[in-house]
């Protein structure tokens, strides 16, 4: 059975945070030498906060210490790298002009479509814009190393697809 927080533990990223713990993060913080980075470190090593691999928890430790921060428990740092900013919606004058109508092709006329590869920035713009029209989570970013096609019949752009690390 769980123990219930009370004031003199606070609960973040599925760890119980002491108000003694907390003081001694404040502590390293008002030294004023130490990144964000370096201060999830020392707090997964002093506190021991590794997983079932014996590797510290350095993330789960980075999201800890922001909600302790959003909280007003601790003040971290000024991040060294400003957060990366959201790519913003494609503005309606620089869309490339794409066919909107229904596509259909008949068997014959699907093997002469051809796929290739997303190099230049015209095709980048269009890739960007099919996804932001017609895939439902929009023209996000994808994660790690990456590959992005253009579907083309008859020199016309018919779709597209992109495949990305795995997480």
């Not at 470190?41 to 906060?49: D, H, T």
């Not at 790690?144 to 253009?150: F, N, S, T, V």
């Amino acid at each position: 059975m769980s123990q219930p927080i009370t004031p003199s533990h606070r609960r973040f990223s599925g760890r119980d945070f002491t108000e003694l713990e907390l003081e001694t993060i404040r502590a390293w913080i008002s030294e004023k030498t130490l990144c964000r980075e370096h201060i999830a470190r020392r707090v997964c090593q002093e506190f021991g906060w590794i997983n079932a691999q014996g590797k510290l928890k350095t993330m789960s430790c980075k999201v800890a210490l922001l909600r302790m921060h959003c909280a007003g428990l601790i003040a971290l740092p000024v991040p060294k790298r400003p957060a990366p900013q959201r790519r913003k919606k494609t503005d309606a004058g620089m869309l490339l002009p794409l066919s909107q109508s229904l596509i259909t092709l008949s068997a014959e006329q699907l093997r002469h479509v051809r796929l290739d590869v997303v190099q230049t920035q015209t095709d980048r713009a269009i890739y960007h814009q099919l996804l932001q029209a017609h895939h439902y989570l929009g023209a996000g970013s994808m994660a790690g190393a990456q590959l992005r096609y253009l579907a083309r019949s008859g020199g016309e752009v018919v779709g597209a697809s992109g495949f990305g690390a795995s997480a």
